[in-house]
């Protein structure tokens, strides 16, 4: 059996281990030293730590230009305003497909000898996945977009790389072989950040709640040619459905255009057709795949996924800072071997969204409360204002305390186990997630896997969740555990 110490470092998904910057994250002083056009954007901490002010978007673009140029020999720009990545985060979704294409879940049917061969939709201004894919493993790529602004750079970001030019082909998904004039959205200026990050202007005309449907140019199908074979496709989609929901989080940013950033029906509608359109091109492609920013859609798509048939669906978890997004998979091709499905729920994990915050209250405000909440009920807390987690440990008598329901919970503990539940502590950690702007995911994690006291725990996230819920949201709907 794992040690505790172990079990807890295995529940905390974090930067992938094949990632540059898992051991050594970027030394903004030696790259000020090395790039004076960094340097103006670097100042110091009173302790004497170098840092940036992450809601300068010029300040995120030119740390991304030299990220890119000094850690992947990588030639980059966008023009203001457009979605400026974070090369860490982004090269954990590199790392994340690398791991499936190499797994034996699914036989390697790869067409094209070693050479692995993806497909990136909306690849951006930045061109990110792809310029990363080619320069750190090989890969060579279609990108598409639709946007004029985003085929342009992205083109122009391949150029500058002669080294690996030759390995992406941009693709215009306006001009589809069934749809050959472009056509559709024009280019809208804004300002987004991508952390959860915020938005201004609007040339999306669709209220949100009047069409959840995604009817914008096509996605895969139509830009996937006849004959045409990817071991894999990947996205970060357009996640809002709104201007109101993408909202704005000045503590970040990274840019981002409206057509970037929002779609009619969100990042649900445009998975789903991205879903539709795979039952359709089936094994076309060795895995399909996407990021998704809410833990809500996540479900959703996953139940659309067994709907449809697909073989095998994978889900990870992409942790990096305070943000939290996951990454879906799925495929057509039959298993080579049967797997436990990925996704089945750990009682020891529980974790519920704290959605419509109100725009004063931020992931701090909510760590806080959940440290006076177990405080109110006597528990001993940690709270670590860096990691945004809470640990705590507290005794049966005090998580009883905490539910106002001493006899009740006491009596099922007794129950379920002939242990002396005054001897017993429960101890956990709650962490705070930001997701996007104005919704938080809370996570209760159990120290003690297989506890006899884990119906308790459930009780109090429940109890956690109603709490937080009264004191910060808007709406006060029902909770969606998982
Ligand atoms: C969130 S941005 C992602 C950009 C880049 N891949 C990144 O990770 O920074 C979503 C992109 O999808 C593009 N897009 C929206 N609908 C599309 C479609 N039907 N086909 C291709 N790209 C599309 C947008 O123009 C935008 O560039």
């Given at each position: 059996?794992p ?7 295995e ?8 990632n ?6 970027p ?5 000020a030293s090395?790039?004076p056009?960094f ?5 110091y901490?009173?302790e004497g730590?170098?840092?940036i ?6 300040a995120?673009r030119?740390l991304?230009h ?7 020999g ?6 203001d305003g ?10 954990n979704y590199?790392?994340?497909?690398e791991?499936?294409l190499?797994?034996?879940?699914i036989p390697?049917?790869?067409?094209n000898?070693d050479n692995?061969?993806?497909f990136?939709?909306g690849t951006g201004a930045n ?6 894919g ?5 890969w060579s790529f279609?990108?598409s977009?639709?946007?004029?602004v985003a085929?342009e ?9 002669p080294?690996i ?7 215009n998904?306006r001009?589809?072989?069934n749809n050959?004039?472009p056509?559709?959205l024009?280019n809208g ?9 915020g938005?201004l202007s ?8 009047e069409?959840?449907?995604y ?7 139509d ?15 357009p ?9 704005l ?5 990274c840019g981002g ?13 445009f ?7 795979s039952?359709?091109l ?7 795949t996407?990021?998704v920013?809410?833990?809500?859609n996540?479900k959703f798509?996953?139940?659309?996924l067994r709907?449809?048939?697909?073989t ?10 305070h943000t939290?997004?996951w990454g879906?998979?799925?495929?057509f091709?039959?298993?080579a ?6 996704h089945?729920t ?10 419509g915050?109100q725009?004063?209250f931020g ?9 006076s909440f177990?405080l109110t009920?006597?528990a ?6 860096s990691?945004f987690?809470v ?5 049966t ?11 009740k919970?006491l009596?099922?503990?007794a ?6 539940e005054?001897?017993?502590n429960?101890s ?20 003690h ?10 009780s109090?996230?429940?109890?956690l969740?109603d709490?937080l ?7 006060k709907?029902g909770?969606?555990?998982?």
């Open positions: 059996m040690s505790k110490k172990r079990r807890r470092k529940e905390r998904p974090k930067i992938h281990p094949r540059k910057y898992s051991d050594n994250q030394d903004f002083s030696l790259l090395l790039y056009s340097k103006d954007f670097v100042f901490s009173r730590r170098p840092r002010d992450w809601t300068d978007f010029n995120t030119e991304s030299v990220l890119l140029l000094h850690d992947h990588l030639h980059w720009w966008i023009p457009q979605l400026c990545p974070t090369v860490p985060n982004r090269s590199i790392h994340w497909i791991d499936l190499s797994s034996d879940i390697k049917t790869n067409s000898g692995v061969r993806g990136d939709i061109c990110i996945y792809p310029l990363l080619a320069s750190l493993l090989g279609v990108a977009d639709m946007t004029d085929l750079w992205a083109e122009r970001n391949v150029k500058s790389n080294h030019s030759e390995l992406i082909e941009i693709r998904a001009c589809s072989p050959p004039t056509e559709g024009n200026e804004s300002v987004y950040s991508e952390e959860g990050e938005l609007s040339s999306i005309g669709m209220p949100a709640s069409d959840k449907s009817h914008g140019p096509p996605i895969l199908l830009v996937v040619r006849d004959g045409e074979r990817f071991d894999f496709c990947m996205c970060n989609p996640f809002f459905e709104s201007i109101e929901e993408a909202g989080n000045p503590k970040t940013s255009t409206l057509e970037e950033m929002v779609c009619p029906g969100g990042e649900k509608a998975i789903t057709r991205i879903i539709e359109d039952v359709v089936k094994q076309s492609f060795r895995w399909y996407s990021m920013g809410r833990k809500v996540l798509l996953i139940s659309k709907e449809v048939g697909v095998i669906v994978k889900t990870t978890e992409f942790v990096q800072g939290c997004r879906l998979a799925w495929s091709v039959p298993p071997k049967k797997i436990i499905s990925p089945l750990e009682k020891n994990i529980l974790s519920f969204m704290l959605e915050l725009c004063q992931a701090i405000h909510v760590l806080q409360s959940v440290e177990f009920g006597g001993s807390c940690k709270l670590n204002a990691s987690t640990d705590i440990t507290a005794s008598e005090q998580c009883n305390a905490l539910l106002n329901n001493e006899v919970h009596n099922e503990v129950s379920c186990s002939d242990v002396q005054a001897s017993l429960l956990f950690r709650v962490s705070v997630f930001q997701q996007i702007p104005g919704t938080l995911l809370v996570k209760g994690s159990l120290q896997r297989d506890s006899p006291l884990s119906g308790l725990f459930s109090i996230i429940q109890q969740d709490a819920r009264r004191k910060f949201c808007r709406e709907a909770a969606n555990y998982s």
